[in-house]
């Protein structure tokens, strides 16, 4: 049994993690943190979690954290790094949900998020968590950093074209999600009937999906130095990220369709659609899922991927149980074998 610990419970992201974990058939929740609700039960907090979380926030000290076997960081940018050096140094090994070890380059990560790294000398030992690429490379981690929600569905969507080496020209990557990307205080209220567009000028997810497709052309012999363009828009939804992917491709000849369901036919979390398919958010929702569907409009060189995830599950928690199940010799669908809310 491994013991667990959730630093940074209380948020989106936080309290889907504690529902996964807590019908995991091969972990024990130890602590769960956090500096404003510390004494406060979980389940006060989230009453779905009754009977399933008993335990009460703490502090985040390093007593607590120091029984775990594995620390899961749910936290805002800027903290793990400031805490994960510490645990390292016991053994102890780490899943870090936010952003602070998916860049390789300190200064990259300096320039998207306006602040100094603390601890560069750990951004070439973490693993990318993106287990359809580096799962062999997550089993030893002992630092993983789990991908970004809008990232794991535009890498996904291209992987096996950018793998393939038939991408000619710019990349345009048209992603929509649901108001639970944004964080716990972004109300669906003041964005109910309305739908906008941001970050245009860059986001800090664009660095992100452009290394992990250079990484992923690498292993392959195959290089991605193609103009990548990402637009990020918000949508009156809860949960969801439905990316529409454009590219041109030099073979118009392939057969997508089976370059698809090839690459991904031994993957547990990714369903290549049907032919002629438009996968749906509701059909991902509260589970660990990637549906994809590929279109080649009118048989000519312009390519549509459409890949749709639970921005909270293959976008962050769920993902993140599916690097500990990788990590420790589960199996890779314990604790995420599950259906899709249908409502």
């Not at 990307?181 to 999906?209: D, W």
């Not at 990402?230 to 009156?236: N, S």
Request: hydrophobic fraction near 40%.
């Amino acid at each position: 049994m491994v013991k667990v610990g959730v630093v940074g419970g209380t948020g989106n992201t936080g309290v889907e993690l504690l529902r996964l974990l807590s019908g995991h058939p091969d972990t024990e929740l130890v602590t769960v943190t956090s500096r404003t609700e510390a004494g406060r039960a979980v389940s006060d907090l989230f009453p779905g979690l009754r009977g399933y979380v008993d335990l009460p926030f703490s502090s985040p000290d390093e007593g607590a954290l120091n029984q775990c076997n594995l620390v899961f960081f749910a936290t805002p940018n800027g903290i793990a790094m400031n805490t994960a050096p510490a645990l390292l140094a016991k053994g102890i090994r780490v899943i870090d949900l936010a952003a602070d070890f998916r860049l390789k380059n300190s200064q990259d990560w300096q320039h998207w998020y306006g602040t100094e790294h603390h601890c560069p000398t750990l951004l070439d030992e973490a693993i990318y968590g993106l287990p359809e690429v580096n799962r062999e490379q997550i089993a030893s981690a002992r630092l993983v950093a789990n991908p970004g929600c809008y990232p794991t569905a535009a890498q996904l969507g291209l992987l096996p074209l950018v793998e393939a080496g038939i991408i000619s020209g710019n990349v345009i990557v048209d992603a929509k999600s649901g108001v639970s990307g944004a964080g716990r205080n972004n109300l669906l209220c003041e964005t109910y009937e309305s739908f906008k567009a941001y970050a245009v000028a860059g986001h800090r997810h664009l660095p992100e999906i452009r290394q992990g497709l250079q990484a992923a052309a690498n292993k392959q012999h195959q290089t991605f130095s193609e103009d990548l363009t990402f637009v990020p828009h918000l949508t009156p939804m809860i949960r969801g990220i439905h990316a529409t992917i454009y590219c041109q491709v030099k073979d118009r000849g392939m057969d997508l369709q089976a370059l698809f369901q090839q690459r991904f036919e031994a993957e547990p979390f990714v369903d290549v659609m049907p032919a002629g398919s438009h996968p749906e958010t509701g059909s991902v929702k509260a589970c660990n899922q990637c549906r994809i569907a590929v279109h080649r409009p009118q048989g000519m060189n312009t390519v549509v991927v459409l890949s749709v995830i639970d921005n909270l599950v293959k976008g962050a928690a769920g993902q993140a149980v599916q690097n500990m199940n990788i990590m420790f010799g589960f199996k890779e669908l314990s604790g995420l074998n599950h259906s899709a809310i249908s409502l």
